[in-house]
């Protein structure tokens, strides 16, 4: 089992940056695919990033390329998500998750297996 706390969310303008943090419990956090999803009011769940156990593969969705950054501490059990030039599209619940499977390209969220609470990420114009 995996326990997931997601923070560093807030009300940011547009063209800032934020960092989320999400806190992993559980010895066995190093095994897994960490990924970043968000959800919009109105929208479905969307993918924006994910990274292997090791940290040395990373995929981000095109929305966010070039502006997201994806890291890992396993020595912390903590996945980061650095945003940069913040958008106000970017506005959404920000939630961080867990799987066992690496695969290719975006991931779906069905295929992840622990979640966090999320945090909120609002970006004004």
């Known amino acids: 089992q995996v326990q997931l706390l997601e923070s560093g969310g807030g009300l940011v303008q547009a063209g800032d940056s934020l960092r989320l943090s999400c806190a992993a419990s559980g010895r066995t956090f190093s095994s897994y695919t960490m990924g970043w999803f968000r959800q919009a009011p109105g929208k479905e769940r969307e993918f924006v990033a994910r990274?292997?156990?090791?940290?040395?593969?990373?995929v981000y969705a095109d929305s966010v390329k070039g502006r997201f950054t994806i890291s890992r501490d396993n020595a912390q059990n903590t996945v980061y998500l650095q945003m940069n030039s913040l958008k106000p599209e970017d506005t959404a619940v920000y939630y961080c998750?867990?799987?066992?499977?690496w695969g290719v390209g975006e991931l779906s969220a069905r295929l992840f297996d622990y979640w966090g609470q999320g945090t909120q990420v609002t970006v004004s114009s």
């Open positions: 998750a867990a799987t066992t499977i």
């Open positions: 990274i292997r156990y090791s940290g040395s593969m990373t």
